[in-house]
């Protein structure tokens, strides 16, 4: 599985702008159901209701939330850079400013779990983090988390 199997580039957020990790979580959600035709609220829901297993921030400035949803026919995903890093509670207690959001359909099974290693994986390499956080536009983020060099060093 490719990234660009599950991002498209309107999936690329340069600027997030929240204050916490509620608002970041909203601010996702807001994002996500104009691309996957879902309710905001629904979409904001299934999002608070997996934060409250265990937090999605996985260290480094990284989250990765995700959740299962009705009505979704395939895996969707939503890229996003905050302007100011946020606390979200993460596994290294240190703020998040990289969100990599998952959507996927209730059936997905594998495939989520498949989506959520591969994600994972790539934002595993700190040189693929440091330009992320360096780029200039969605255009520019997009173009770095689809070029398969920075995928395979992942």
Do not use: W, Y
Request: glycine letters at 6%; one cysteine or more.
């Amino acid at each position: 599985m490719e990234i660009t199997d599950i991002l498209k580039q309107d999936a690329v957020v340069a600027h997030l702008k929240a204050g916490s990790k509620k608002q970041a979580l909203q601010e996702l959600a807001h994002h996500a159901a104009g691309l996957v035709g879902l309710d905001e609220r629904a979409i904001f829901d299934a999002l608070l209701e997996r934060e409250r297993l265990g937090t999605t921030g996985v260290g480094l400035g990284i989250a990765i939330p995700h959740a299962k949803m009705p009505n979704l026919d395939r895996l969707h995903a939503l890229f996003a850079r905050l302007d100011t890093p946020v606390d979200f509670e993460a596994i290294d207690e240190q703020p998040v400013d990289l969100m990599f959001l998952l959507l996927a359909p209730e059936s997905a099974g594998a495939d989520h779990l498949k989506a959520l290693a591969r994600v994972s994986r790539l934002l595993r390499n700190q040189v693929v983090c440091e330009k992320l956080r360096g780029a200039d536009s969605a255009e520019a983020i997009f173009a770095l988390l689809s070029d398969t060099e920075a995928s395979q060093a992942a």
